[in-house]
Structures are given as structure tokens and as C-alpha cells.
């Protein structure tokens, strides 16, 4: 029964957006009508209302639905959200204050002579327009009435032209901002989070062990790294498009003839381009750029577009009119102003004190002002000139409505899925599929590139992706990361725009078109761009570094980037230093025989044995890393035969799996029935006949695992087992032996520090016999403190503090506390002696070799990836690393 609900709610779904009923209302309707349905059938049926659910019931599903409420408007882990208003702001904002026709019109005369030029601007300004408004319609309308009619004159091919104006105008989806990468990335945050809970009770089931390595464990994604993500991936779109333009231009020049510009291509001309293009490349670079360079959340980063938008719309709305330029000036002047003082001062508010503090935020206090004024003279202007503020408030309201109309909806008719089990069912479909995670993959990309040909990118965003992420996400062989599945399907999706017959960009196309063009003409024109969208996808997919580098990169070189130590950096970091010591272990091998000749017979023993400990660990390194690629190799070598063996079993354990799960549904419902009538007998033969079947299916199915699996298995997971105790082995040696290091040269430079502190600790001689011992402990308390920021001081330190308790006893022992002070101010003389010397015959050899091991041996030890190494990491960790025999 729980299935033909389930058919009913995908039925009436279909039903309602088939005969045009407005999707922020078919969605949630659906759901309702069918959770209705199936509780009333319950009661009137079965006396429960709950029993053709298979997840909870009706009072579940209303409680999921008041979570999803408060999770889209109150949640603050879910802010990203926010980001979509500010977005539609600013793109509705450009669109209105007609710079994209400036774009368009200047892009022509500056490309036209080219072959195909007109067709390679509409591409520029497209992802101009995609990098600063991100909305499709407007982009599409605003192309087709200024560019189709000029292409057309000038004997542009029609399919052609209507092909590259609606798939142009659709790269506002890819390239950031995004408004469907926005709710790929909320969508794919909660997907992420299911992703690693199936994760981890896969290893759980696998390995019996409770706790998951790190390593493993499947990462999340965020509207930034979202947008980080898609960038190259967009630049590769726009490329293939222009690219295509130019190469169809060259075999058919007819279809897309140079233009000649009237013109001439002066100083005035190129002044024009000027004042046209730098603004939206300004406004993208502020947007973007300050995302990149993690100075702006995404919410803080659509803040800027809008404010950079209503600045830009201030001085374009009064085109040719004087003081045109005023407020967009002003605002200049004010953020240069801003950059100056924030370079020398600090303006934090709640860090003043000193002169220079306040100066510096008073100063910047007045630049915030005369910022906000030229923000306020800037958007009366586009309040008063054609109403256009109130008209872009008016749209954006309405598009953001729209949008958490839809979220909240679709969350409502997704909860009704599972509570009838459609989530499981595509589970085992996809699970059951033989040809691993890539034939999941293809098949979902494929449904989602189906569905685009009748949905709109915020249906399939909300609805798919919710159910066929986490299973994707949960896969330890292809190990994939959020953000490339989320810019995959984003890509994808992207297609929906295009594909007949409810290709939006189509039928906003169509709405402005001349009569004289006709639909089927346009159908062909955007067969190939759907075609280069395609390969586009298929690059990405086979290079997911495409998707990946860019996060990683500005996560690593940022300010708040991960330490080296950081357990899911270590396989990349291992690999730069094993391959690094392994080319230049020489110098490192000079540095360690420079230290080791040394004399350190002056040495106190303590620290001459840790300084031996350090050496001997500095050169145990390169056998510790021989031992670790030994190991390595020894796994490398097993894989290929342990992996067919492996895989048969682990799917026999998964179809063994769904049998339990079946059984226990079974039970439960044996449990549950009640009654001594013919019915209730009948339907308790029906369930133990049923878990008889299926114990007796589970006995086959574990006849089926190979009787040398055990073997096999513990053989390669003491494989696994020796390579991760050889790798901590070389972690924690090359740990102790860099730590050592360091602290002993601390020690040595700590030998002033030390030295001045003696007329203090003598000082103490004088207040031993204080008649109030009380103040003299508190003395004592004070210089010991005074202590703790010299390197090595602990002995004396403790020596005082023992004379501080003899003072404060009950019975105050000054002569105890005077011959500890006595003793305390003799090891200063030897600690400082010994250091001293150290000094000149020590510490030179020893920074050499702290300095040349620092980047590789000691780098665990450091706060952040250097430069280099950072690239390094990020590059490495782009691709993804099949872990599935670990599991």
C-alpha cells in the first residue's frame, strides 16, 4: 500500500504542474492531499492512521514541516539563505538601469569586424551579465531586443543567433553569483551531513570499529565554495561557446559575417569601452573577489553587489546630466579613503586605547558616513528617476517569495516521500545497480537532465538533490566532494533552460523575437549549445581538480586556514615531504652532521639527552619514511586482487543488509497485530511465512561469501593496519624530534631573560624574615610568575614556589624557604652559564638545522602551509582518492 501512495504523490504532482498550476503551491499540495489520503485510508481500513506510512505518519510529517519552517527562516547555521535576496537585488538593479544594453551595444562595435563578432560579444556580455546579476530572464530579454535584431540585419544565421543569445543568457546559473548554486549549497549542507552518518555506520558494519578516521569522513559545502567551485567551470562554458562561434564562423562565414563599425576606434571609443566595462568588472571583483580573498562571507559579499548596484544604477539613470558622476565619486572617495586609514590604524571599537585608536576610528567613522551618503544620493536618484527603486523592490520581493515558497514546499512533498518510502526504494535501485557509483551517477545525471526538459532548476534542486545526494555523497569509492556534485548537477541543470518544450530561456526569448523567426529555428539553434553544455559536463566529471582547486587553494592560503595538522591534509602533506626529502635529503643529512659534531659536554644531562633525542630523531626520518612507502607499496600491491573479492562480499553483506531490514519490518508488524479472529491469524501466518523466506534467503546469501574471505580480509587489513602505525610512527617521531629541537634552542635564547631575572630572585633574600609571611609568599608568588615566559625556568620556578609554601605554612619555616631561595639562585647561575656558552658554540649549527628542516620535518609543527606547499596540498587534494577497501 505504501507504494501506490507513493505513486499517487508523484501522480498528483505530475498532474498539477502538467496543467500549469503554480509550482510553489502543486508541490506542497501534493504532499498534502496524498499524507490525507493515506491517513484516511488508515483509519477507515486498518484503525491507524499511521499504518501506511513507513516512516512515522501524519504527525511526523507535520513535525518535519514545522522543522523545515523554522529551519529556512530561523535556523542561523541556514543564513546562506539570506544571500538570495541580495543577489536578486542587485541583478534586477543593472537590469533596470539599462547597463546591460550599454554592454551589448559597446561589445558589438568593439567585436564586429571579427567573424562570428557579434555572436562572441553576446557570449562576453553574457557572463558579464552572469558575474553581476545572475538572473536568466532579464539577461535573455535584454540580449534578444538589442543584439538579435542587430544579428539579424546583418545576416547573422538565425538558429545561430537564437541559439547563443538563450545559452548565453543562461550562464547567470553557473557563474557566480548564482542564485541555484545559493540553494544547491543549503540543499547539499543537510545532504552532507546524512552523506557521513551512512558513512560512518558503513565503517561501523565493515570494520566493527566505533569510531571513523577523519579522513574519511565526507566534507561539507557552503554558498562560497560554491561559487569558488563553479568559476573555472563557467570560464570553460564561456570558452567552448566562443570557441564553437568562432570555428562555425570560419566554415560558414556566411552564417555569421564580420560587421563593420561606422565609427572610428579612437581615444573617445576607447574611453567609452572603458567607462562601459570597468564598472560590472569593478562590481565583480568586489563580489567575488572579496569571497576569494575571505574578507566577505557570501551574505556580506551579496551586501556589497546590491550597494554596488544601486551606486552604479545612481550615476547611469542620470546619463549626460550634470554631477552624473557625484555619488558614485563620492563613494569612491570613500573606500580609498577607507583603505588609507585602515592601513594605519586600528579601528576597532572595541580594541581603543590610545590616541591613535580613537583617531584612527573617528576617521574611518567619517569615511563609513560620507559612504552611506553617497549610498542614500544614489538610491533617491533611482527612487525618483522612472520609479525604478520601487520597481526593483517590488521584483525582488517577488523572486525571493517565490524561492522560499518553493524551498518550503518542496521540503514538504520531499518528508512526504520518505514517510512512504520512496527514499529507500531509490536507494536499493541505485545500490543495486551493478556498475558501481558511476553508473549511480550517470543514471541521476541523466533523471535530473530528463527532468529539466519539464521542471525548473529550483524543482529539481529542491526535490532531487535532496534524495539522491546523500547516497552519492555516502559512496567511499568515487569519495566525491560536495561541492563537485553540487557543480555538476548545477551544470545540468543549467540544461533546463534550454530544452524544449518548457525551455524558459526559450520562451523568454520567443516573448521578444520578430515574428519573422521562427520557434523551430530557435529549437536548432540551441541543439548545439545544449551539445557543448553536455561536453562541458563530461570534462568536469573527468576532471574534478576543474571544480575542487579553487576552494581548496583559498582555503589553505586564507587567514583562518586549517594547521598542517590537520588529519585530513596528511596524506597530501606526507607526499610533498616524503617526495621532497627523498630529492633533497642531502642538505638536510649536511645541516644534521653539522649539529652532531658540536660538543655538548657542558650540557646538563636532561637537556643534552633530549638534544641527542632530537638528532637521533631527525635521522630515524628517512627510514621511518623507507618503512612507510614500503608499506604503501605493499598495499598497492594487494588492491587489484583483494578488491573483486571484496566487492562481491561487501554487496552480498548490503543485499544481506535490506533482508534484516525487511525481516525486522516483518517482526515489528507480527508484534504489532492483535486478535484472535480469522483475519488477524491469516495476516500472522502471512508474516511468519515471510520472515521464515527471508532468514532462509539471508542463509543462502551467506553460503554465496567465498569460504578464503576471512583470510583474505585479515590479510589485507593487517596490511592496512602496519601502514597506519607506520605512518604515526613517522608522525609522532618527526613531532618529538622538531619539538625538541625548537624548545632547546628557546632555552638557549632565553639566556638574558634568565640572567636579568637574578637581582630579582636575589632581592627575595631581604623579605624572607618579613614579619607578615603572608606578604613575603605573596613576593615570592610574584617573581616565580614572572618566570613562566622564560624558556627552561621551571626548575627555579619550583624552587621558589617551595619556598613560598615553607613561608605560608601553618608554621612558617624561614630558614626551609631561605635555603631554597639559596639553591634557586645557584641553578640561575649554572642554567645561565651553560646557556651562555651555548650561545656562541650551540645555537648557530642548531638554527641552521631548524631552519632547513622546518618545511618538512617540522612542518606539523607550524601554524599554516607555506605558500608553496599550500598550492601544493590544495592541487593533490582536488582529485578523489577511492577509500572504499578501507571500509
Known amino acids: 500500500m505504501e ?47 499511521d499504518a501506511f506510512f513507513v516512516h512515522g505518519g501524519p504527525a511526523q510529517w507535520l513535525s518535519a514541516g514545522v522543522n523545515n519552517l523554522r529551519g529556512v527562516y530561523w535556523q542561523p547555521e541556514r543564513d546562506t539563505l539570506i544571500a538570495i535576496p541580495l543577489f536578486i537585488f542587485m541583478g534586477i538593479m543593472l537590469q533596470r538601469s539599462r547597463i546591460a544594453e550599454d554592454l551589448l551595444i559597446t561589445m558589438a562595435q568593439l567585436f564586429g569586424p571579427i567573424p562570428g563578432g557579434l555572436g562572441i560579444s553576446v557570449v562576453f556580455v553574457g557572463a558579464l551579465l552572469a558575474a553581476t546579476t545572475g538572473i536568466v530572464g532579464a539577461t535573455v530579454v535584454a540580449m534578444g531586443l538589442i543584439s538579435l535584431p542587430a544579428m539579424l540585419k546583418n545576416n547573422y544565421s538565425k538558429p545561430l543567433a537564437t541559439g547563443t543569445i538563450a545559452a548565453s543568457g543562461t550562464l547567470g546559473q553557473i557563474i557566480p553569483p548564482s542564485i541555484v548554486l545559493i540553494i544547491l549549497a543549503d540543499q547539499l549542507a543537510g545532504a552532507a551531513d546524512q552523506a557521513g552518518t551512512a558513512r560512518k555506520a558503513l565503517y561501523k558494519e565493515a570494520t566493527g570499529e566505533i569510531s571513523m578516521p577523519t579522513i574519511f569522513e565526507v566534507g561539507a559545502t557552503s554558498a562560497g565554495e560554491m561559487f569558488l567551485g563553479a568559476f573555472l567551470p563557467g570560464l570553460l562554458l564561456v570558452g567552448l561557446y566562443m570557441l564553437f562561434i568562432l570555428i562555425y564562423a570560419f566554415f560558414n562565414p556566411k552564417a555569421a559575417p564580420a560587421v563593420r563599425y561606422d565609427g572610428k576606434y579612437n581615444a573617445a571609443f576607447a574611453l567609452k569601452v572603458f567607462i562601459t566595462l570597468v564598472p560590472p568588472l569593478a562590481l565583480i571583483l568586489l563580489v567575488l573577489g572579496s569571497i576569494v580573498g575571505g574578507i566577505a562571507t557570501v551574505n556580506q559579499a551579496g551586501a556589497i553587489g546590491a550597494a554596488g548596484a544601486t551606486v552604479m544604477a545612481g550615476y547611469r539613470l542620470m546619463e549626460g546630466k550634470r554631477r552624473a558622476y557625484a555619488p558614485a565619486l563620492l563613494a569612491l572617495g570613500s573606500l580609498a579613503a577607507l583603505a588609507v586609514i585602515l592601513s594605519l590604524y586600528s579601528a576597532n571599537v572595541k580594541s581603543i586605547h590610545s590616541q591613535d585608536d580613537m583617531i584612527g576610528v573617528v576617521l574611518a567613522v567619517i569615511a563609513v558616513a560620507f559612504l552611506v551618503i553617497a549610498l542614500v544620493w544614489s538610491g533617491w536618484r533611482a527612487f525618483k528617476i522612472d520609479n525604478t527603486l520601487y520597481g526593483v523592490m517590488i521584483e525582488t520581493a517577488k523572486t525571493t517569495s517565490l524561492v522560499f515558497i518553493i524551498l518550503l514546499g518542496a521540503a514538504m512533498l520531499t518528508a512526504a516521500f520518505r514517510a512512504f518510502g520512496g527514499e529507500e526504494l531509490v536507494r536499493e ?9 558511476w553508473l549511480q551517477f550517470l543514471v541521476v545525471m541523466l533523471v535530473i537532465f530528463v527532468l529539466g526538459f519539464f521542471l525548473d532548476f529550483i524543482e529539481i534542486a529542491v526535490v532531487v538533490v535532496p534524495i539522491v545526494a546523500p547516497i552519492l555523497l555516502a559512496d567511499p ?30 520562451f523568454y526569448l520567443r516573448g521578444v523575437a520578430d515574428a519573422t523567426v521562427r520557434t523551430i529555428e530557435m529549437y536548432k539553434g540551441v541543439i548545439a549549445f545544449i551539445g557543448l553544455q553536455l561536453l562541458a559536463l563530461v570534462v568536469v566529471a573527468l576532471t574534478p581538480s576543474l571544480v575542487n582547486y579553487l576552494p581548496n587553494r583559498v582555503a589553505l592560503l586564507s587567514e583562518t586556514a586549517p594547521p598542517p595538522r590537520n588529519p585530513r591534509l596528511q596524506y597530501c602533506i606526507e607526499q610533498y615531504v616524503f617526495d621532497h626529502l627523498n630529492t633533497d635529503g642531502d642538505r638536510i643529512r649536511a645541516a644534521l652532521g653539522g649539529a652532531s659534531a658540536l660538543d655538548t659536554g657542558f650540557l646538563p644531562e636532561d637537556v643534552r639527552d633530549d638534544l641527542n633525542d632530537s638528532l637521533d630523531g631527525v635521522e630515524n626520518t628517512f627510514d621511518l619514511i623507507k618503512q ?3 608499506t604503501e607499496a605493499a598495499l598497492i600491491e ?30 515489528t508488524l507480527l508484534s504489532r497485530t492483535r486478535g484472535d479472529d480469522e483475519a488477524a491469524n491469516t495476516r500472522r501466518q502471512r508474516f511468519e511465512r515471510n520472515i521464515a523466506a527471508l532468514e532462509a534467503d539471508i542463509e543462502v546469501l551467506k553460503e554465496d561469501i567465498p569460504a578464503e574471505w576471512d583470510d583474505t580480509y585479515s590479510a589485507y587489513r593487517d596490511l592496512q593496519k602496519a601502514d597506519s602505525k607506520a605512518r604515526l610512527d613517522y608522525r609522532r617521531n618527526v613531532d618529538d624530534a622538531y619539538n625538541q629541537l625548537v624548545e632547546i634552542i628557546g632555552v638557549i635564547d632565553a639566556s638574558d631573560a634568565l640572567a636579568q631575572s637574578k637581582p630579582r630572585i636575589e632581592a627575595l633574600r631581604d623579605v624572607i624574615n618579613n614579619p607578615d609571611p603572608e606578604a613575603a609568599a605573596e613576593q615570592f608568588k610574584s617573581v616565580a610568575d614572572s618566570l613562566n615566559s622564560i624558556a627552561g625556568a621551571g626548575e627555579v620556578k619550583s624552587l621558589l614556589s617551595k619556598a613560598r609554601r615553607a613561608l605560608r605554612a601553618r608554621t612558617p619555616d624561614p630558614e626551609k624557604a631561605a635555603e631554597n631561595l639559596e639553591e634557586a639562585i645557584a641553578l640561575v647561575d649554572s642554567e645561565t652559564q651553560w646557556r651562555e656558552q651555548a650561545l656562541t658554540d650551540l645555537r648557530p649549527a642548531l638554527a641552521t638545522l631548524e631552519v632547513t628542516i622546518r618545511d618538512t620535518i617540522g612542518l606539523r609543527q607550524q601554524d599554516r602551509l607555506p605558500r608553496e606547499i599550500a598550492l601544493f596540498v590544495a592541487s593533490c587534494n582536488s582529485g578523489h582518492r577511492d577509500i572504499s577497501l578501507n571500509f
Open 628 to 630: 612507510t612507502a614500503a
Open 477 to 506: 569509492g568515487a569519495n566525491i566532494t560536495a561541492v563537485w556534485l553540487g557543480v555538476m548537477i548545477g551544470l545540468n541543470i543549467q540544461t533546463s533552460f534550454l530544452t524544449p518544450p518548457f525551455g524558459f530561456a526559450l
Open 3 to 49: 507504494l501506490l501512495f507513493l505513486l499517487l504523490l508523484i501522480l498528483l504532482m505530475a498532474v498539477a504542474l502538467g496543467s500549469g498550476y503554480p509550482v510553489a503551491f502543486a508541490l506542497p499540495g501534493s504532499a498534502i492531499l496524498t499524507i490525507f489520503i493515506a491517513a484516511l485510508c488508515g483509519y477507515l481500513f486498518a484503525g491507524d492512521t
Open 429 to 437: 535501485f541505485l545500490t543495486s545497480l551493478p556498475g558501481g557509483f
Open 638 to 667: 594487494a588492491a587489484p586482487a583483494f578488491r573483486p573479492i571484496h566487492d562481491v562480499v561487501r554487496e552480498i553483506e548490503r543485499d544481506i543488509r535490506k533482508l534484516e531490514e525487511r525481516m525486522a519490518e516483518d517482526k
